[in-house]
């Protein structure tokens, strides 16, 4: 083997499995299409779920499927193949769709599972790089992979296959997303833990409730405004004349622009800022982070949360949302 450095390496690596990628794009049809309608209308018409199988770096490959295919929505586990004729066959039924796959499309382990599908007319599409295979011959709907040089150097090791096939997993997932219109709530739903479960939580369950936060009218003074700031701790005071309209915020910020002798005589309007920004109870507590840190020049702190009629209903804070580790 000539002398190649460790970094040449690497970039032939990732380009040989970059040109795989690009075949694999070149050369979808309309199978494709096929296997997500299929898969689709399996979780419109029944409770049945997509059932992935493989062996070997195929089957770690399955698993990730099964793993962003729940995720995004769409009902799915890993079925092993060798174990399917030792009693898990009956984990599917026939209201599932199985998805198998195999590189080589050949291999007794995956007999059992792929003779089950067809004695009990179960949906089977797979994924193989081989069109002559038995994998191949006996399935419904057939995802053939491009032939493609493997990135390892003696063609052994299974590289540009499985890069192939997991980018090919992903369009699954993700044209199913897109079929059954997955909002970032919804998808927020099978995220509730860690970081991302997080950064999908509704305003409404962030901010502070209309009934706690501190309300002035128009005509107040600031004496009474900076009793309400330091009982509430909020950082701001709303001003509303009839609880519902928000006309105005004064916050710590405006009282430091503000601060004179004559600060605690003067009326809440000509220290407010007026109009404050607002937000729909309902988005996702990111989007009010976003609006809050802003450019520099329009960082603020608090964002005003209103109903479904404009109304206000609450109250975000930036630092609410760093607690909460949204950033």
Known sequence: MTNITALNSAKNTIQTEIDGLAELARTLDENFTNAIETIHNMKQTSRGRLIVAGIGKSGHIANKMVATLASTGTPSFF????????????????????????????????????????????????????????????????????????????GLAPTTSTTVTLALGDAIAVALLEKMNLTPEQFGVFHPGGKLGKRLTPVNDVMHPKEELPLVNSQATMDQVIVLLTEHNLGCVLITD?????????????????????????????????????????SLAVEALKIMSGTPDQYITSLVATDDKGNLSGLIRLQDCLQLGIA
């Open 79 to 154: 079925v092993h193949p060798g174990e399917a004729a030792h009693g898990d066959l009956g984990m599917v039924t026939k209201d599932d769709v199985v998805l198998m796959i195999s590189n080589s499309g050949e291999g007794p382990e995956l007999a059992a599972l792929m003779t089950y599908t067809r004695r009990f007319d179960i949906p089977l599409i797979a994924i193989t790089s081989n069109s002559n295979s038995a994998l191949a011959q006996h399935s419904d709907i057939l995802l053939l992979t491009p032939q493609m040089p493997e990135a390892c150097p003696n």
């Open 242 to 282: 009839d609880g519902q309209n928000v006309t105005g915020i004064v916050t710590d910020g405006d009282l430091k622009r503000h601060m004179d002798t004559n600060l605690l005589q003067k009326s809440v309007a000509d220290v407010m800022s007026a109009n404050p920004k607002t937000i729909s109870e309902k």
